[in-house]
């Protein structure tokens, strides 16, 4: 089997890519990429160990003691950030919706110019 060679920018990007959101795999970042998933799990195990960042945060919440006043800023934060999830979620449709005609639309135009 030849080993691929990848520039540092192609390494960083990948892993800035895998790193930007808890819901990224390495499968799936790896299969958008080209990337096996095993090099890339090997390029984000080095930059966390340069970063000395463990390969998982783990914070048990019930060892964490709460005070009442943050207990209360902790809740208007959480009331602000789903308002927020809300209107992205709301754009998020709104968006797709639009690709969704727009591909319809490329397809029909595509059928035309065929004629």
Not at 5 to 23: F, H, Q, R
Not at 86 to 100: H, S
Request: hydrophobic share 35%; aromatic share 6%; net charge positive.
């Amino acid at each position: 089997m030849v080993m691929k060679v990848y520039s540092p920018e192609c390494k960083a990007d990948a892993v800035a890519l895998y790193l930007s959101g808890p819901s990224h795999t390495f499968e799936g970042i790896g299969k958008d990429l080209g990337i096996s998933r095993e090099t890339l799990r090997n390029w984000v195990r080095a930059e966390r160990a340069r970063r000395g960042q463990s390969g998982t945060a783990s914070t048990n919440m019930k060892d964490v003691p709460v005070s009442e006043a943050t207990r209360e800023e902790l809740e208007s934060e959480i009331a602000a950030l789903r308002a927020e999830l809300k209107t992205v979620r709301r754009g998020n449709q709104k968006l797709a919706t639009e690709r969704d005609i727009l591909r319809k639309a490329t397809k029909f135009f595509v059928q035309e110019m065929t004629w």
